[in-house]
């Protein structure tokens, strides 16, 4: 099994900043990749972004290309999502995942998800 805890979401203003992470324990060995997607209940999961774990490669999703950063923590096993440049539109419960296998656009193909963590950016 693989735990993975979000925290760092809040209440910004509209232009402002905001850093999301994802901590993992557990059965990560077989780890692929950590990816993040976002929700709110009006609209589907919607692909963020996602971090290949053994060479970093990296994907965004397009309404966040240019705004969003991705990285990783090895030794702390954590992923973040830096979130600059927020608008109204990005309010959501933001979810952490790990998939074994690509590709990592596809929420089906992650297995293990957190809780979720809300951002909520006001205009």
């Known amino acids: 099994q693989v735990q993975l805890v979000e925290s760092g979401g809040g209440l910004v203003q509209a232009g402002d900043s905001l850093r999301v992470s994802c901590a993992a324990s557990?059965?990560?060995?077989?780890?692929?990749?950590m990816g993040w997607f976002r929700q709110t209940p009006r609209k589907e999961r919607e692909f963020v972004a996602a971090?290949?774990?053994?060479?970093?490669?990296?994907f965004y999703g397009d309404s966040v290309k240019g705004r969003f950063t991705i990285s990783r923590d090895s030794a702390k096993n954590t992923v973040y999502l830096q979130m600059n440049g927020l608008k109204p539109e990005d309010t959501a419960v933001y979810y952490c995942?790990?998939?074994?296998?690509?590709?990592?656009?596809?929420?089906?193909?992650?297995?293990?998800w957190g809780q979720g963590t809300q951002a909520t950016v006001s205009s």
């Open positions: 971090i290949t774990w053994s060479d970093g490669r990296t």
């Open positions: 557990g059965r990560t060995f077989s780890r692929y990749a």
């Open positions: 995942a790990q998939t074994p296998v690509g590709p990592v656009q596809q929420s089906a193909m992650y297995k293990y």
